[in-house]
């Protein structure tokens, strides 16, 4: 995967036709969204731009938690090497590669089922989770595994945990998961989580990463994105 020596094997991660996840719903909201616009949150174009900064050209780039897989399938189109997406959903899973199909990615992306935080990951230039920490709960087994999958970038999208953004997204958090809760039969025990940034990203820097982005985006994302020291000019 990774465009240097340490590449591994594409990974048949679990059984494509295990049980349905609570994510699949939205997954026809995804698509229809991928048919006017290129990526499907308002938060992914940004970053998108971040990752272009510090280069993508030619490099491969693991998204885990890849939804419909329209970041990776962007990035190849503006020139990286290749894309790798891991997702607990097996419709998104589908979605991607259809959309990678008729994108004209096909060749230069893979997307498989799989638990971020569990799985196996193939090694990647650039690593990235974005708006998935907060679908998760583990989230430092979803550290643990991306970070040790991350060559030389590491980027992610959180809600912010901490001042008035903070605030207002674990206010916005309570009520969401009262719906979900109630709602627990059709949402299968799903839960947004409010994780720490702060901590997050203490862990990356300890992985031997140095922050290149730290910002608010779209009021409700904590937009990062981390570099290896020998990456920094
Ligand atoms: C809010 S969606 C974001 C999807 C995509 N990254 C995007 O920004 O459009 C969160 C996604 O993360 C996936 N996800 C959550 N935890 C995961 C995990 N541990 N491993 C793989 N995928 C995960 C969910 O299935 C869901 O599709």
Redesign the pocket.
């Known amino acids: 995967m990774a465009s240097d020596s340490r590449s591994s094997p594409t990974l048949r991660l679990v059984d494509d036709e295990q049980g349905g996840?609570?994510?699949d719903d939205?997954?026809d909201h995804?698509s229809k969204r991928a048919n006017t616009k290129r990526?499907?949150?308002g938060?992914?174009a940004p970053l998108l731009a971040a990752l272009e900064e510090v280069g993508v050209r030619g490099r491969s780039v693991l998204?885990?938690?890849?939804?419909?897989g329209?970041?990776g399938i962007e990035a190849v189109t503006h020139g990286a090497g290749q894309a790798f997406g891991?997702?607990?959903?097996i419709k998104?899973v589908r979605e991607a590669r259809r959309l990678a199909a008729a994108r004209g990615v096909a060749d230069r992306t893979s997307f498989e089922v799989?638990?971020?935080?569990?799985?196996p990951l193939p090694k990647a230039d650039i690593v990235?989770?974005?708006?998935?920490f907060?679908?998760?709960p583990?989230v430092d087994?979803?550290l643990d595994n991306s970070l040790s999958a991350a060559g030389a970038v590491y980027a992610f999208?959180a809600p912010p945990s901490a001042g008035l953004a903070g605030a207002l997204v674990r206010w916005q958090t309570r009520f969401a998961n009262l719906w979900y809760r109630l709602r627990d039969k059709k949402f299968q025990g799903f839960r947004v989580f409010v994780h720490d940034v702060e901590r997050i990203d203490a862990r990356v820097r300890a992985a031997g990463f140095l922050p290149v982005r730290s910002e608010r985006r779209r009021v409700v994302w904590h937009l990062a994105v981390y570099v290896r020291p020998e990456e920094r000019n």
């Open positions: 996840c609570c994510f939205w997954v995804w990526t499907i949150a938060v992914t998204d885990v938690g890849c939804g419909i329209d970041l891991v997702e607990l959903s998104a799989g638990d971020g935080a569990k799985a990235v989770l974005n708006r998935v907060c679908c998760y583990d087994g979803l999208t």
